[in-house]
């Protein structure tokens, strides 16, 4: 592509490092610190160069139908420039490696393989990293980098609507879901990206050079990995966990029937008491009013009345002694959770992360607009 003469007076120092061309004599030139949009000669305008400078806070595309918005965010304020839909990607993939480039991202003379964007996630696929960016930007410094030198393993899973593409930084794994018509053409570029660092032919290779020592496969059977902090839901130590709750819900019960014995003779006694003092009233009474009546079988019975009580409520918390059995019976009869049940929950848990993301960065832009408006308010 020939470099336009009023491009050549705009450039000073630089070199033009990369351009598109947009068609007729328009055309997208990238120096290392600036894209340069020209212009031609036309019915209604004069040939013009816009500059748009690497260091900028955030990017945002738009697509139309026929023209492609690129829309660039500066602390002093928004600029923006269209390209024809067909041209987007080339042009997009040419701006991110300037400004991967200008915030150190990426190293000087590295270059990117290329660029995917989805409904809220762009994935940037460049010689020695990849990075991730959530939200329908393409650009913030809310971003997340995975370098090709900390990778220990790399896998694709398929479900039915998404593919996730799993990254495993120094052991742990990090997701990244694609649609899946969009899915053999991300895979590829990765595995082609992280088998040229590597130089190796297959991702087999690649897992074999990169990844740690594993368990054996029992071991990995009782304890999974689905990183990001998730401790497994079931493990080898199961048994002991379900002995243990055995053992402890035993003494619980044990310690119930101890205390429901001791409680029981101590009522009995203060029955047994009790129908004593009793018995000598009635006498008392007796011998006042009748004079021939003997107190003395009074005793015995309004004791083993109070005894007959006190038996009945040690029989009543008989009950809460089988129910502690029972419990511990229900321990051990749990069913493990299965492979499925905690895939299940992985996905769930990786879904309300990207959700949280999602909001975070709304909040983000949310705090952003309320301050410049602040600074509007506060200039006027």
Known sequence: MDIPDLVQRTLGDEEVTAGVSLGDEDAVCLTPTRSLVYKGDGLL????????????????????????????????????????????????????????????????????????????????????????????????????????????????????VATSVVVSIEGRPQRVKVPNDRAPVVRQTIEQALCAYYDVATVEELNQLVGRDEPDADDEDGALDFGSGIDPLVTDDDSEVDEYTEGTLREITAGSDDDATTSEDDAGTADAGAGAANAGTDAAETESDEGDEDSGPVAPETAGAGVDDTGSDGREDAPAGASASETAVGVEGVEPASREDLATVADRLEELTEAVDRQNELLKRQHRAIKQLADEIQAE
């Open 45 to 160: 305008s004069d040939e013009q160069v816009e500059e748009f400078p690497h260091d900028v806070e955030r990017i945002a595309v738009s697509e139309g139908r026929r023209k492609t918005k690129f829309v660039f965010e500066y602390i002093g304020g928004t600029r923006s420039f269209t390209v024809p839909s067909d041209r987007d990607e080339d042009v997009l993939e040419a701006v991110m490696e300037g400004v991967l480039r200008v915030a150190s991202v990426i190293d000087d003379g590295e270059e990117l393989v290329s660029v995917y964007r989805f409904s809220e996630l762009t994935l940037i696929v460049a010689e020695s990293r990849l990075v991730k960016l959530i939200g329908e930007q393409v650009w913030n410094d809310d971003h997340e980098v995975y370098a090709y030198d900390d990778v220990t393993g790399l896998e694709f899973e398929r479900a039915s």
